[in-house]
């Protein structure tokens, strides 16, 4: 199997234990953690599969680090690279737009001819709208530390078995 490069923000401290999650389940020495808040061009190049965390800021917006490098996403030719992205949010606490940070970076990946893998079940969440919800079901995973903690262990590994199923 070749490498994955999973990209989350080092500065994070929820995504970050998610990741390392994600990192653990995949077996480390399958995938490579790069940091998104010093993230290059040149990182699409040099793999063929991508682990992307997209934690929902802001009423519904991506994190600024991620919101920085779009201009130079949004350039890229990414046909023949395969992408999953996981994000965190809070159900409860923002309910019209919860994780709509998955949404938002998978449809700018697919605008560069990405591939995605690794949609979700609906099922679990309880919310009111979401950008990160398309023909029912998720285009990516979200997970919500603040109140269901507990689950994100099974849906990680579960998602991480998905994953390994689709990628070539
Ligand atoms: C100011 C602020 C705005 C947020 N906006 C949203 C939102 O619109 N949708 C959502 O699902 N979660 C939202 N959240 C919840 C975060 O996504 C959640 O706390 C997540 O765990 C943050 O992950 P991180 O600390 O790893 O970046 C918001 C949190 C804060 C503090």
Redesign the pocket.
């Known amino acids: 199997m070749k490498k994955t490069a999973i990209i989350?923000?080092f500065n994070?401290?929820?995504?970050?234990?998610?990741a390392e999650k994600i990192v653990a389940s995949f077996g480390a020495k399958n995938i490579e953690a790069i940091n998104a808040e010093e993230l290059k061009k040149s990182v699409f190049d040099n793999f063929d599969n991508f682990i992307l965390?997209a934690?929902?800021?802001?009423?519904?917006?991506l994190?600024n680090y991620w919101d920085e490098f779009i201009p130079d996403l949004e350039e890229m030719d990414l046909a023949d690279k395969t992408f999953a992205v996981f994000?965190?949010?809070?159900?409860k606490?923002?309910?019209?737009?919860?994780?709509?940070?998955i949404g938002i970076l998978v449809e700018i990946l697919e605008e560069c001819g990405a591939k995605i893998i690794g949609q979700t079940n609906l099922d679990g969440y309880t919310?009111e709208s979401?950008k990160a919800e398309r023909d029912g079901q998720f285009v990516g995973l979200?997970?919500?530390?603040?109140n269901q903690a507990r689950l994100t262990q099974g849906r990680v590994e579960s998602w991480v078995v998905q994953l390994k199923k689709q990628i070539k």
């Open positions: 989350y923000s994070t401290q929820k995504s970050q234990k998610v965390s934690p929902t800021w802001f009423d519904g917006e994190p994000g965190l949010g809070d159900q606490g923002y309910p019209e737009n919860f994780c709509d940070a919310y979401s979200p997970i919500d530390q603040e």
